[in-house]
């Protein structure tokens, strides 16, 4: 199972702090993500039955917001925001950058499993544009040369000091020490609890194509999908357009 015994045991110290089990289920989709890197078809059903939700309470919620991940993602997740400042200075420049020399689209991670790179809307830093986020940590007034230095330093496992660093910002060393801390369990261990595995880093396909293995695809420009927001119609689904899909009752598969 996704979540080992060890991180069980972590899941169920979160779920003392809240009145009911259910109201557990943000924090536990992050320590999901800590071990596991992504919410997995596995997870979802793991967390509903840890929380005594069904699997489309726990799926719908893991899809709505755009922080849980439904395939793995690099050591080091590098968002490119697209919003307008930042257009206008360039950040499109950086991230047609970025994927050339990762050798992969946008939400692609390098055949390393080091870096995935993606846009994203607005980081509220207007002043500092362009701005990259590594890890959520900001590096502000980039070039493209900058950023193309920024990412390799990354791919060589070494973090440079975000643009507020005087002030004591501090980029967590992998996306998995990022999603520990957002779970609320303080100061992450170096590797996940109860794996040999190192923090961060997706697995990469081994037919050379730069996309982590696992997951759902994500979206693609064209593709229809919303990108990172709550799930869309299917014809017949049930399920309400613009919003999180809303509990039709236990189906067969979670009975």
């Known amino acids: 199972m996704p979540l080992s015994d060890q991180s069980l045991a972590r899941a169920e110290e979160l779920i003392a702090r809240y009145p009911q089990r259910r109201s557990a289920l943000l924090p536990i989709l992050f320590l999901l993500q800590a071990e596991d890197g992504y919410v997995s078809p596995a997870g979802v059903a793991q967390v509903a039955s840890l929380l005594g939700l069904t699997r489309a309470e726990v799926g719908a919620v893991a899809t709505f917001y755009t922080m849980f991940r439904r395939r793995p ?51 509220a830093a207007c002043d500092g544009a362009p701005v990259v986020q590594v890890n959520t940590e900001n590096y502000e007034r980039l070039t493209v040369q900058e950023a193309l230095r920024l990412v390799e330093a990354l791919l060589r496992d070494e973090v440079p000091p975000p643009t507020f660093a005087a002030d004591g910002s501090v980029t967590e060393p992998s996306t998995a020490a990022l999603h520990w801390r957002l779970a609320g369990l303080g100061e992450p261990p170096e590797r996940p609890e109860g794996s040999g595995e190192p923090r ?6 081994p037919e050379g194509s730069g996309e982590p293995r696992g997951g759902a695809p994500v979206d693609r420009e064209g593709s229809g999908e919303p990108r990172g927001g709550a799930p869309v119609d299917r014809e017949g689904s049930g399920e309400p357009r613009g919003g999180a899909p809303v509990d039709q009752g236990p189906g067969e598969e979670d009975q």
């Not at 961060?200 to 396909?205: C, L, M, N, R």
């Open 200 to 205: 961060g880093g997706a697995p990469v396909d």
């Open 73 to 123: 993602v690099g050591k080091y997740l590098v968002s490119v925001c697209k919003t307008l400042s930042c257009q206008l200075r360039g950040s499109r420049d950086i991230s047609a950058a970025l994927t050339e020399r990762l050798g992969v689209p946008l939400g692609g991670t390098d055949q390393s499993g080091m870096v995935t790179v993606e846009e994203v809307e607005c980081l």
